[in-house]
Antibody, heavy 120, light 111 residues
Framework: QVQLQESGPGLVKPSETLSLTCTVS????????WIWIRQPPGRGMEWLGY???????NYNPSLKSRVTISIDTSKTQFSLKLSSVTAADTAVYYC??????????????WGQGTMVTVSS | QSVLTQPPSVSGAPGQRVTISCTGG?????????VHWYQQFPGTAPKLLIY???NRPSGVPDRFSGSKSGTSASLAITGLQAEDEADYFC???????????FGTGTKVTVL
């Protein structure tokens, strides 16, 4: 079965760039959309952006200037970069897979999440 | 940050029925966008519980059901079990925000 696993530094300094990778195992990364979602402590989920296996992307307008998502189909990985981070970017970051579910996609497979703290 | 509003907590005794509301507005649920529900245990990945307002993925027990009306949606758990104690959140799409929106989350406690 398909599994997702996030990896990357758990601590990032303010003003630096947060970089995470999601490795897809047990299945194909092709013909699907993949998304990054985060959850700040004590708050609700927020989507950051998603990518199609072709490399086409769509970003949350509120974060668009700071977010870059890329994909490496040969490694079955997709990655997140979030620039100029502040303490407000401290959150658990999840990668997930889109699934067609009516008139807007749901997310049927999630990684376990990785906590990223922004602090000097 | 969360556009969809849920009660912070609900509780019930084993065997009882509990419902969780998810209230949105005219640019998301009220605009006709479907609602999906997730179950999450502490420290673990969310699990898709209900999709397209009322559909259960394979393997989800039929004691979980979903509905939608107007600008709100609901998740019902009938025959509450101890293993249902978890956090639940809803998700939809918002056309004014041009993206996905999530609920504030609800903690279900089995008394």
């Amino acid at each position: 079965q398909v599994q997702l696993q996030e990896s990357g530094p758990g601590l990032v300094k303010p003003s630096e760039t947060l970089s995470l990778t999601c490795t897809v195992s047990g299945g194909s990364i092709s013909s699907l959309y993949w998304i990054w979602i985060r959850q700040p402590p004590g708050r609700g989920m927020e989507w950051l952006g998603y990518i199609y296996y072709t490399g086409s992307t769509n970003y949350n307008p509120s974060l668009k200037s700071r977010v870059t998502i890329s994909i490496d189909t040969s490694k079955t990985q997709f990655s997140l970069k979030l620039s100029s981070v502040t303490a407000a970017d401290t959150a658990v970051y999840y990668c997930a897979r889109h699934t067609v579910a009516g008139n807007n996609d749901a997310f049927d497979i999630w990684g376990q999440g990785t906590m990223v703290t922004v602090s000097s | 940050q969360s556009v969809l509003t849920q009660p912070p907590s609900v509780s019930g005794a084993p065997g009882q029925r509990v419902t969780i509301s998810c209230t949105g507005g005219s640019s998301n649920i009220g605009a006709g966008f479907d609602v999906h529900w997730y179950q999450q245990f502490p420290g673990t990945a969310p699990k898709l519980l209900i999709y397209g307002n009322s559909n259960r993925p394979s393997g989800v027990p039929d004691r979980f059901s979903g509905s939608k009306s107007g600008t709100s949606a609901s998740l019902a758990i009938t025959g509450l079990q101890a293993e249902d104690e978890a956090d639940y959140f809803c998700q939809s799409y918002d056309n004014s925000l041009s993206g996905y929106v999530f609920g504030t989350g609800t903690k279900v406690t089995v008394l």
